[in-house]
């Protein structure tokens, strides 16, 4: 299912202190934004808003005013959107139950959810891990283990928080090829990231914060070769 957020008039503020006012901004389907803004511009909390975890001092999303009672009773609007947090949280289990925890109540039992589980392991390259405990993992292999986390609940929209900042070219290429996958399943994807890499080359649309204000523009991708080359997901009969 593919969904399109419709914000208006959406502003966010911290005392006297204007982030942005964006009049108004579409996402979705099938996007691909990669978000720029220097250090402190708002990316993080746009991301936040457009994910239902931060309330805006105003603005609506597809007619919906932004309360917090809203934000946090009525997430029907959120249900298919998820945020990707740049330190992402883990659950105190092993690997493989910390994505089966991502699944519905109803699938997350069994051995189907622990075979779809491992075949999310298996295309971030932490496969040989999945019954260790996540306290053993590095930053930027709990960013992968986050990644397929996000790409096994197959979103609409993917809000992806500096999902590369700790990873090498080599863990990187996991993550552009489950974004890539769900690219090609129809779902958006948004990414903030301080440095173009395979990433942000997925993206053809760029967004801005600057002037506290947000300006969208096509995005040019730098030639990548390796992005030619990505082995497309093979997806098994459980649907992933
Ligand atoms: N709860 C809060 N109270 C006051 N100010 C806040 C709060 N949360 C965020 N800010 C401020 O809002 C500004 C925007 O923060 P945000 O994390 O969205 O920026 P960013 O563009 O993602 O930055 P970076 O590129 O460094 O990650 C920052 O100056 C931050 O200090």
Redesign the pocket.
Known sequence: MSIQLRAQDLSKR?DDRV?FHIPSLTLGPSDAIYLK??????????LKILAGLTTPSSGTINGNEISTFHRLFKRKLFRDVVYLHQSPYMFDASLVDNIRYALPLTSQQGLNSRTRAIHALRQVGLESLADEHCSVLSGGEKQRLAMARAWIVNPSILLMD?PSASLDMESTQGIVSLAKDLLDRGSSIVI?S?QQNGLTNLCDTQWS?ENQGLTVTPHLRIIDEEIKHIEPITHNILGN
């Open positions: 911290y982030l803004g220097h250090n402190g511009v708002g990316k993080t909390t746009l500096e903030t301080h914060i």
